[in-house]
Every structure is written in structure tokens, then in C-alpha cells.
């Protein structure tokens, strides 16, 4: 039995002028889900939003209450960001990476979803002719519709049935063209949680490299794959990155998943040495300056969009880094509770008809984190999140992120106890009403 009415569904998504719930955006689907919620005091199984579901770091919180109460807010920020906040994130990607990068190639940004604007606009101004965005899919939606915000082109592939040397010949195939200026994925992606090996980022770097093209590496959920014990600082195993096989590289480094800082809206850019001073002719003749690459990116950029980010914020991701490399916070391990949840919900799932669409990784099992993805029977991906929604379950449609598996994106954030509880009631009620007779 419905939990909602199809007119009452109907009737919020009318009200908040959502065009297709179908089709709906994550915010959307968010905002339907607590208007219903409100509207007939029933409460929702949130799977939508990939919000941190852990108190932040206190570490964080600490450092930002003492550089709030030193009065040094009262001054406007760097646009390139302070110091201290510069070198630890260096020091950090070669405590967890291994790789070298300088302080001054690590620029903040008001989250990663800043950094991937900036990226993608710079990446596809700096060469005229390379004007387009390939994305490997499943992907983050957000990312593609910045794009249509900057009128950028983009291309996509869904890489699941692309792995080991099948994504070099599909990579060549994407890029034969040479009208793309920058690659960019998630590592492990959202929603699929594919998480590319060592094997296939060195062979990205080849191809990249060969057709030149920048990668943007996208790092959220940095040190999730709960297959591996990441997280020991100056120790391997380090966590995957393309900035170990190539210098034409953006990584986006968060504060928000990692440390659960994502309220401050704290991230950065940091970029490969070579990248970052290389001249651009176009990027002079369009900004009138030197057409320095890194030199664009802090005094065009992030200085025009926001003229830098938040001093407080700076010094608390700055502190939370500094603790990382120090061994005094480990990261990966708090991240833990979500992977055990991902493998209690994926269990109630399973046992109630639905099925992991995003099954595989490679030649290895999917592993267990902060999204996950199951479809229904032959329900396509925009027909099963509007039933889940009948039943309290709000989740986002896979068609909106590039997969062209048909089914439903998870987000483990919010799944507390009481949430677990109410799901496993309301599968075995969707199970019940749409099985066979």
C-alpha cells in the first residue's frame, strides 16, 4: 500500500515547480520529499542528497573558533589562499597520494563544486580549438549542468563495460576528434562507485597526454574503498590518483565528505607544476594578462567569483590536513560507518527483490560506500523514482548522471537506525505490491 497518493506527488511537485519529477534534479527531488514529509507529517527515507551524515571534525571547528576570536576575519582573504593552508595540503597529497605538488599550485575554493566551474571553464579556454568536456559516467549531474551555465559542449561515456585496455581504445575513440580539452570523473564516481585502478589511470594519462588534454580528478570520497585500508600517512598503500602518471592534471580536494566540513564550503585546486605555468596565448588575449595558467586561475577566476574563501574555513581545513598528516586524525576509518551501512542497506534491498545495478568493478566486486545503485525489475530509472517516492523512499534517477544501466542512485549518509528500521518496513511493502501473484 502507497505511502502517497500519485495526486498528492502530483500536487507538491506542482507547487514547487517541478517540471518532470521523472527527470528531477537531486535538489528537487530533496525539496519534494520534505514538502510531502511536511505536508502529511509521514517521514521519508532520505537516499537523495549526498550530505555528510557525521558530526564535522572537531578539529576543524576548534581552529576556525580561534582564528573567528584573533580578529584576523576582519580581513579580506588571499585569492591564491593563506599559507599555512597551501602547505598542508601539499604535505597531505604526498602523505595519502605520494605525489609531489607544490604550495602554490594548491589554490582553495568555496567547495569542490567551485573548483570543477573553474576547471572546466579554464581547461576549455586555454586552447581555442579544444572547446569540449568528456566525462566518464556515471557521473555527479551538477558537473554537466555547469556547463550549460558557461555554454561549454561536453561528451560521455558510461565506462562500465569499458575497463583495463577496453578503456584505451574507447578513450582514443572520444578524443580521435581533438576537440576536447579536459577528461573529467570521480574516484570512486558517484553514483556507481566505480573506483579506476592504477593500471587504467596510468593509461589514462597515456592517451590524455598524447591528445593533450587535462584531467580533472575528482577526489570527494578520497580514501573510501573499503576494499583497501587507506588512510596511513607517508605509508602505502596510497590512494589512486592520475597525479602520478601525468603533470596535465587538476585534482579537486574536499573538505566536505573526508572531514564531514561540507556546511564551510571548503575545497581546492590543486594542479600539476608544468600545468600551472605553462602560458596560454588565448588565455592573455582573452584576460589581457600573462596567460600564466595558474596565474589566470587565482587572479581571473577565483578572484572574480569570489575573491577567495573564507579565512576561518581556511585555517580549519588547513588544521584538519596538518592532523591527517600527522597521524592524529584518521580519516579513513571514520569514514567506516558508511560502508557499513552501504552493506546492511544493499542486504535489504537484495532480499526484497531489488538488484545492484552497478554489480561489478572491473573483475572485482563492487565495493561498499557512500552511493550505490539498485533497479527494480524491468522499471526503467525514471519510472522506479517516482514509485519509490509513493512508498517514502526518496532516491535519483541514473538516467540524470550519464548511466545508461536503468535504475536508482543510493546515498548512505542519513541512514541512521530509525531510517534502517523504516526502510526495511517499506521494501517489504514495495516487494509485497509489485511482485508477480
Known amino acids: ?44 527515507v532520505k537516499m537523495d542528497q549526498g550530505s555528510p551524515g ?18 584576523v576575519v576582519s580581513l579580506y582573504p588571499p585569492s591564491e589562499g593563506i599559507p599555512e593552508l597551501k602547505e598542508a595540503g601539499s604535505r597531505f597529497l604526498k602523505a595519502f597520494l605520494n605525489v609531489d605538488i607544490d604550495a602554490e599550485d594548491c589554490v582553495p575554493t568555496v567547495g569542490s563544486v567551485e573548483g570543477s566551474f573553474i576547471a572546466s571553464a579554464l581547461c576549455t579556454q586555454r586552447t581555442p580549438s579544444k572547446n569540449k568536456i568528456l566525462f566518464i559516467d556515471p557521473g555527479f549531474p551538477i558537473q554537466k549542468a555547469q556547463l550549460a551555465i558557461l555554454g561549454i559542449g561536453w561528451k560521455s561515456f558510461d565506462i562500465y563495460s569499458y575497463r583495463g585496455e577496453k578503456l584505451r581504445k574507447k ?33 589514462i594519462a597515456e592517451v590524455t597526454e598524447a591528445h593533450d588534454v587535462v584531467v580533472i580528478e575528482d577526489l570527494a570520497y578520497l580514501g573510501m574503498d573499503s576494499r ?20 596535465k592534471y587538476i585534482l579537486l580536494l574536499s573538505s566536505s565528505k573526508i572531514f564531514s566540513y561540507a556546511g564551510q564550503r571548503m575545497a581546492m585546486l590543486c594542479v600539476g607544476k608544468q600545468l600551472f605555468r605553462t602560458v596560454y596565448p588565448a588565455l592573455a588575449n582573452r584576460y589581457h594578462n600573462s596567460g600564466l595558467f595558474g596565474a589566470t586561475l587565482t587572479g ?9 574563501c573564507s579565512v576561518s574555513s581556511q585555517h580549519a581545513f588547513s588544521a584538519m ?33 531489488f538488484h545492484i545495478v552497478y554489480s561489478k568493478d572491473g573483475n572485482r566486486a563492487i565495493g561498499d560506500g557512500f552511493f550505490f545503485t539498485v533497479g527494480y525489475g524491468n522499471y526503467s530509472s525514471e519510472e522506479l523514482v517516482l514509485e519509490l517516492l509513493y512508498y517514502g523512499l526518496s532516491t535519483i534517477p541514473l538516467g540524470t548522471t550519464g548511466a545508461q544501466l536503468p535504475g536508482v542512485r543510493c546515498c548512505v549518509s542519513q541512514m541512521e537506525e530509525a531510517a534502517m528500521v523504516l526502510l526495511e518496513e517499506r521494501l517489504k511493502i514495495f516487494h509485497k505490491d509489485h511482485s508477480p501473484l
Open 321 to 353: 590536513l596538518e592532523a591527517s598528516c600527522e597521524g592524529k586524525l584518521d580519516f579513513s576509518a571514520d569514514m567506516h560507518v558508511y560502508m557499513r551501512r552501504a552493506e546492511r542497506m544493499k542486504s535489504l534491498f537484495l532480499e526484497n527483490g
Open 1 to 44: 500500500m502507497k505511502l502517497f497518493s500519485e495526486s498528492q506527488v502530483a500536487l507538491q511537485a506542482s507547487r514547487l515547480h517541478i517540471a518532470s519529477v521523472s527527470h528531477a534534479g537531486i535538489a528537487e527531488i530533496l525539496s519534494l520529499a520534505q514538502a510531502l514529509e511536511q505536508s502529511y507529517s509521514i517521514p521519508f
Open 171 to 203: 578513450l582514443e575513440e572520444m578524443l580521435a576528434s581533438e576537440d576536447v580539452g579536459a577528461l573529467l570523473y570521480a574516484n570512486p564516481s558517484n553514483p556507481a562507485w566505480l573506483c579506476l585502478s592504477d593500471q587504467e589511470l596510468r593509461l
Open 54 to 71: 557525521l558530526p564535522p571534525n572537531h578539529i576543524g571547528i576548534q581552529e576556525e573558533i580561534r582564528v573567528l576570536e584573533s580578529g
Open 300 to 308: 581571473c577566476f577565483v578572484e572574480l567569483l569570489t575573491s577567495g
Open 228 to 247: 583497501e585500508r587507506y588512510g596511513h600517512p607517508f605509508q602505502e598503500p596510497y590512494i589512486p590518483s592520475i597525479s602520478r602518471y601525468t603533470d
